[in-house]
């Protein structure tokens, strides 16, 4: 039976997933228009906080898509050992999803002409901190309670069973009565 987190967190990620790939792109065209000096295209315009709110938008984007991709794994697994790699590189987009968050706020409140494909990246990337965060603490939910994840008292992780039907380290071997090491 899925669990009540996985049943929320997938479609999330695909959501996130799909809107990462659209700031990519958005924002790598602003920036290579940015860049050739092209700030007088109608669609785009900009003002002082532009070339650092399109750096850190394309980093946090390629790091959403990386997170969601060992999300997708996560998803598929369900296991406490993948909550590892999924959890740790979506807090890392998270956070730099917030710093362009916070970037994308001071655009805005220094205002000047902004052309529709900017302001699709500002709104993308706002979005995209309230929903990340929402998938970050769906995914780790599974700590708190085995029915939203997979929890870390979880046995069944497929370790064969040791000498005479034991449970524990395969490494080690129990001791048997009467022997001397």
């Given at each position: 039976?899925?669990?009540?987190?996985?049943?929320?967190?997938?479609?999330?990620?695909?959501?996130n997933?799909i809107?990462?790939?659209?700031?990519?792109?958005?924002?790598?065209?602003?920036?290579?228009?940015?860049?050739?000096?092209?700030?007088?295209?109608?669609?785009?315009?900009?003002?002082?906080?532009?070339?650092?709110?399109?750096?850190?938008?394309?980093?946090?984007a390629?790091?959403?898509i990386?997170?969601?991709l060992?999300?997708?794994?996560?998803?598929?697994?369900?296991?406490?050992?993948?909550?590892?790699?999924?959890?740790?590189?979506?807090?890392?987009?998270?956070?730099?999803?917030?710093?362009?968050?916070?970037?994308?706020?001071?655009?805005?409140?220094?205002?000047?002409?902004?052309?529709?494909?900017?302001?699709?990246?500002?709104?993308?990337?706002?979005?995209?901190?309230?929903?990340?965060?929402?998938?970050?603490?769906?995914?780790?939910?599974?700590?708190?309670?085995?029915?939203?994840?997979?929890?870390?008292?979880?046995?069944?992780?497929?370790h064969?069973?040791?000498?005479?039907?034991?449970?524990?380290?395969?490494?080690?071997?129990?001791a048997?009565?009467?022997?001397?090491?």
């Open positions: 039976m899925a669990t009540v987190g996985r049943n929320v967190a997938a479609p999330l990620l695909f959501l997933l809107m990462y790939f659209i700031v990519l792109g958005f924002a790598s065209w602003c920036l290579n228009r940015f860049i050739n000096g092209q700030t007088y295209h109608p669609s785009f315009g900009g003002n002082g906080a532009t070339m650092f709110f399109l750096t850190f938008s394309i980093l946090a390629v790091l959403g990386v997170s969601k060992l999300g997708g794994n996560h998803m598929r697994t369900w296991r406490s050992d993948s909550l590892a790699s999924a959890g740790a590189t979506s807090m890392v987009a998270w956070a730099v999803t917030a710093l362009a968050f916070g970037l994308a706020c001071k655009q805005i409140h220094l205002g000047g002409h902004r052309g529709w494909r900017l302001r699709v990246v500002e709104a993308f990337i706002i979005i995209l901190t309230f929903t990340q965060l929402l998938y970050l603490i769906l995914i780790h939910a599974g700590l708190y309670s085995s029915r939203y994840g997979p929890g870390y008292h979880d046995t069944d992780y497929g064969g069973h040791g000498v005479g039907g034991t449970t524990g380290d395969p490494m080690h071997k129990p048997t009565a009467g022997t001397r090491v």
